[in-house]
Structures are given as C-alpha cells and as structure tokens.
C-alpha cells in the first residue's frame, strides 16, 4: 500500500461523501449541473509533485472569491514555498514574479500561464516573489516544478495558497477541470477534501524537428553549445520550424538572448569570415553580422545575428572549442517584429546546404534541440584537449 502523505495547513481538513448538496446558506462542494469532463482521461495532473497531497480550500462554485468568469477554480491550501508543477504541458505564455506576499488584495498577483494544444490555459496564482522557475515561451512537462507557492495578492491574515483554473480557448472563461492522477474526482475536486498525486503516464511531446532525420548522437556529438558554461537560453526556431528553417537551412536554430551576450565557439577551426559592420535592427536583408568557422572535416559553423563591433575573431584565426568568439545582437532583424536571437548552423563544405547537428554538453538532445526547450550549457571537455 502507498504511504500517502498529506500535507495539512493551516484549515481543517473536511472528509466529503459527494459533492451533491449544500444546505441552504453552505458554500457548494462543486458547480451543481456541470458537465465535468471524465477524469479517468483527463488531460490534466494535479498541480503539485507525485506523492505530496493537499487540501482544496475552495473548490468550484464555491463563495464569492469562485464564481461567475472564474466559478471553475480551485484554492489548493498550500504552504509558501511549496513546490507548484505543470498540471499539463504546453508552453508559458506569461510569467510574474514581481509582488511580495500578502501585499493586499487588488495590488498585483504573480502567476503563470501556460497554453495547451487545443488553445486553452492553466493559471497558477498567488505564487512567490522571484520564484518562477520557467521562461516565457519555454514548453514544460506535466510535472516539471515551474514555481514556488505563495501569498501575493492576499490580505495578512489569509491562509496562503495555490490558485488554480484553466481558462477556454475560445470563450476565455474558467471551465470545469478533473485531475487523472488522484482518487476519483467526476464533479471535480470537491472543497474541504484532500488529494493526493499519485504517478501517472505522462503526455506524449508532440514537438519534433526535421522528421525521419538522422541525427548526430548526442552524448558524442562534436558541437558544444555556442555559449558560456552555467547559462541557459530558449529555442525560439528549431529546425525544419517556420518560414524561416526551411530547405537549404532547415537544420538552423535560433536561441534566444539579450544582446551582448557572450558566443563562444561551437567546435574548433578556422575563422573563414567576419563580419561586424551592422547596426543592431537594420531589418530583415539589409546585412547581419556574422562569423563563419570552418571544421577540420570542412563542414562550418555560422554564428548570425551578432552584435555591431561585438566580433573578436579575425578571418585566419584559429579558435578552439569553448573561445570566445563575439557578442549577440539582432543585425539582419526588424525591430517590434523579431526578438533579439544568435542563428546557429553547421554547412557543408560548399554551398549553404545545413546539417543536423546535437549538442554534449546538455539534456539529452537525440533529435536535436527541439522548439521552447531551455537548455543549459553544461561543463565539457575541450575537443582538442
């Protein structure tokens, strides 16, 4: 038998039959004649790690903090800086992080929102100052920890807790959510009760690049990520994504950064072409800075996109894997349409033909580094040491 743990706060905890009546003035166990999807296949997990459990606090329909827009709610009762997971995966679309706790009802909330697949989006509020684990466009796993447990938007004196809803795609209201990796929940979780997260069989990711592509084996793979060891930046482009990775560079990818980031060189060779005479957001076509190192195998390297001044190679040099080669920019893109990134590719010998390429000195990455992923730059071993 599993040793089921509950976390009990700071409310006593009810143990509920059905969530059918409420006498008259009683606060609903759940939202009475909603069409609950089955939870046995629900889409969503409980918003917590496998083996912790947590009272509902307020559940749907349930007073006036639950009802109209956000009757579809659940108050889970959870102490500050308990761990808040992905119910679902899918990709954050906004993070907060800015507000202390217990700062007052109505003078800002921190909270996270990720959207799904089929358009919808879980919210999960009140969470910690600076405690959001996770990156706007980042895609994340059911079960990934994306935050800590909080109390901002809450008045002194409140009970700390995880709010949580997911908002339809179409109609942007609150709908009715059950949870497949818990006790039977068909009207949803019910106020007062306790759940506990049992392991569940996670979704399928349903990010892919280049299909039927054979990709380098990452764990040997010659290439190391094109920045310094310790940092972490997000896919923004994978390969064979959008307009842009398509045929001749569809094995491009395009990671996320501030400009002035630090490039490091990839792999080691030669320095076959520099460039640094352009303006940060010149606009697409009117010239990108870049740096092209060619491999011992003949296969290059480019480096696009990169800062005005900001390349530290000559054409001739030699640079060996890890050496800095340049600064980040956003040369070659328009300003308010495209986010500041650093192209990377591997090209053949001639031509501009890409190949796959993998990475060693982070996650795993068997076809190669896959859309809203953040991959950090792990230490590795030099190449020619």
Not at 190 to 213: H, I, K, Q, W
Not at 307 to 317: A, L, P
């Amino acid at each position: 038998m599993t040793n089921k743990s509950i976390i009990y706060s700071s409310i006593t905890l009810m143990i509920v039959a059905s969530c059918s009546g409420s006498g008259p003035g009683e606060i609903p166990l759940s939202c009475p004649d909603a069409n609950y999807p089955a939870w046995e296949n629900s889409k969503f997990v409980l918003p917590y790690p496998v083996g912790e459990g947590y009272s509902v606090l307020r559940g749907n329909c349930a007073g006036s903090e639950h009802e109209g827009d956000i009757r579809f709610s659940y108050d889970f009762d959870m102490p500050v800086g308990s761990s808040v997971t992905a119910a679902r995966l899918g990709v954050v679309k906004e993070v907060v992080e800015d507000f202390e706790n217990f700062n007052g009802e109505g003078n800002g909330v921190n909270k996270i929102e990720i959207q799904h697949s089929d358009n919808s989006r879980s919210s999960y509020e009140n969470l910690d100052k600076s405690s959001a684990l996770v990156r706007v466009g980042q895609f994340v796993r059911e079960g990934e920890i994306i935050a800590k447990s909080g109390a901002s938007g809450l008045n002194h004196g409140e009970t700390p807790h995880l709010h949580f809803h997911v908002l339809d795609g179409i109609t942007r209201e609150t709908r009715p959510v059950t949870f497949r990796n818990t006790e039977p929940n068909p009207d949803g979780l019910l106020t007062g009760s306790a759940y506990f997260a049992e392991p569940f069989v996670p979704e399928e990711d349903p990010r892919e690049n280049c299909a039927g592509v054979n990709y380098p084996t990452w764990e040997s793979s010659l290439y190391v990520l094109p920045y310094r060891v310790g940092e972490a930046y997000l896919i923004l482009q994978g390969n064979c994504t959008d307009s842009s990775h398509q045929n001749d560079i569809r094995f491009g990818y395009d990671f996320r950064m501030p400009i002035g980031t630090t490039i490091i060189a990839a792999r080691s060779g030669k320095v076959e072409e520099a460039v640094e005479e352009f303006e940060n957001y010149n606009g697409g076509g009117n010239g990108a800075n870049i740096v092209i190192v060619r491999h011992a195998d003949g296969t290059r390297a480019r480096y696009g996109h990169l800062d005005q001044n900001g390349v530290f190679v000559e054409v001739g040099q030699i640079v060996h894997q890890g050496d800095v080669i340049a600064r980040s920019g956003a040369s070659n893109l328009t300003e308010g349409f495209q986010e500041a990134h650093l192209h990377f590719h591997v090209q053949k010998e001639t031509g501009t033909e890409t190949l796959p390429s993998t990475f060693r000195n982070t996650s795993p990455n068997p076809n190669g580094l896959l859309i809203g992923g953040l991959y950090e730059a792990k230490p590795f071993t030099p190449e020619d040491k």
